[in-house]
């Protein structure tokens, strides 16, 4: 447990497409899903929603907010699109990309799921969850705000894992749900198998 905790707190550096990326984070979450980007929404990705997810990710949130305003954006992602073709010994730029956009998305995509880890957790009986109908991460949004004092500046900018790690430390504190060891609960998991196929051989000898 104490590994899946210091990666999300300290996420390992990503660059995609010769792009050093931020750690994912609360902010990249909203714009993500804000702006229809299909990282965000779980559609099938393609080379545009990589493009726009890489310069939304590459920075903080006002500045790929004042980014995903600008009304020359569709400039800026043809001019990515221009700089990321191949050259040929001339210098000429030939037709076809210099990458797989296919590999590129699947990085992508590790980036988003490594940075959006969370601890394995039970919810304790009688506890009947989030009644307010609001979106997850804003759930998690205002939680850090109220009880960690974090300013929304700070939240948005906080890597997304941590927060959710903060999140349902927060809730097992206050007796909400109880966070358990991914390997002592796989570990329990495995004997109760090993049990039952005892009990169903057993069974089948009488």
């Not at 792009?19 to 080379?47: D, K, Q």
């Not at 590129?104 to 995509?109: A, D, H, L, S």
């Not at 060891?181 to 004997?191: F, H, L, P, S, T």
Request: hydrophobic residues 45%; proline residues 6%; contains cysteine.
């Amino acid at each position: 447990m104490s590994a899946e905790f210091f990666n999300a707190a300290i996420p390992e550096p990503v660059a995609i497409l010769g792009v050093r990326l931020r750690p994912f984070s609360l902010g990249h979450v909203l714009l993500l899903n804000r702006f229809g980007n299909a990282f965000g929404n779980g559609a099938a990705p393609g080379l545009d929603d990589l493009i726009q997810a890489i310069v939304i990710c590459s920075q903080k949130y006002a500045d790929a907010l004042a980014d995903m305003d600008n009304p020359k954006l569709p400039e800026i992602v043809a001019a990515w699109q221009r700089r990321l073709a191949p050259r040929n010994r001339l210098g000429f730029r030939r037709s076809g990309l210099g990458f797989s956009p296919a590999a590129e998305v699947g990085r992508f995509t590790e980036y988003v799921r490594a940075g959006s880890s969370f601890p394995l957790f039970t919810v304790k009986e009688n506890h009947q969850g989030d009644p307010m109908g609001v979106p997850m991460v804003q759930s998690v949004k205002v939680l850090l705000q109220s009880k960690m004092g974090f300013s929304e500046a700070e939240v948005l900018d906080r890597p997304w894992g941590l927060c959710l790690w903060d999140y349902f430390t927060l809730n097992a504190m206050e007796g909400h749900c109880k966070i358990m060891d991914r390997a002592e609960y796989q570990g329990a998991r495995d004997n109760a198998d090993k049990n039952h196929d005892r009990l169903v051989a057993l069974m089948g000898k009488n």
